[in-house]
Nanobody, 124 residues
Framework: QVQLVESGGGTVQLGASLRLSCVDSGRISSDYGVAWFRQVARAEREFIGGITWISGATMYADSLRGRFTISRDNAKSTAYVQLDGLKPDDTGVYFC?????????????????WGQGTQVTVSS
């Protein structure tokens, strides 16, 4: 049963922006937050950042801080990541993951569920 669904990916040109969404239909009130990851060519799955549901506190990977912005809408159980200044190297599949316990970071096994991902392709 798929409970996290990403959307908003697509094919864009260099410098464009996209906003990806992640709807968590299995969210419960005690869930800690949502994280975003991506898998680009010739690389392992990479932590982008995350957000907590209650306070909206955000955290980002240092390498991606500044171009990507994470937000959430509690009423819709939806998290977003705004991708600005996209480059061809950003091409890949973007995933969200549910953090049920009090941790958001790059440790894959800390997450309870993952979405199927949404493809982002940036052309030059």
């Amino acid at each position: 049963q798929v409970q996290l669904v990403e959307s908003g990916g697509g094919t864009v040109q260099l410098g464009a922006s996209l906003r990806l969404s992640c709807v968590d239909s299995g969210r419960i009130s005690s869930d800690y937050g949502v994280a975003w990851f991506r898998q680009v060519a010739r690389a392992e799955r990479e932590f982008i950042g995350g957000i907590t549901w209650i306070s909206g506190a955000t955290m980002y990977a240092d390498s991606l801080r500044g171009r990507f912005t994470i937000s959430r809408d509690n009423a819709k159980s939806t998290a977003y990541v705004q991708l600005d200044g996209l480059k061809p190297d950003d091409t890949g599949v973007y995933f969200c993951a549910r953090a049920r316990r009090g941790f958001i970071g790059a440790k894959f096994d800390a997450y309870d569920a993952w979405g199927q991902g949404t493809q982002v392709t940036v052309s030059s």
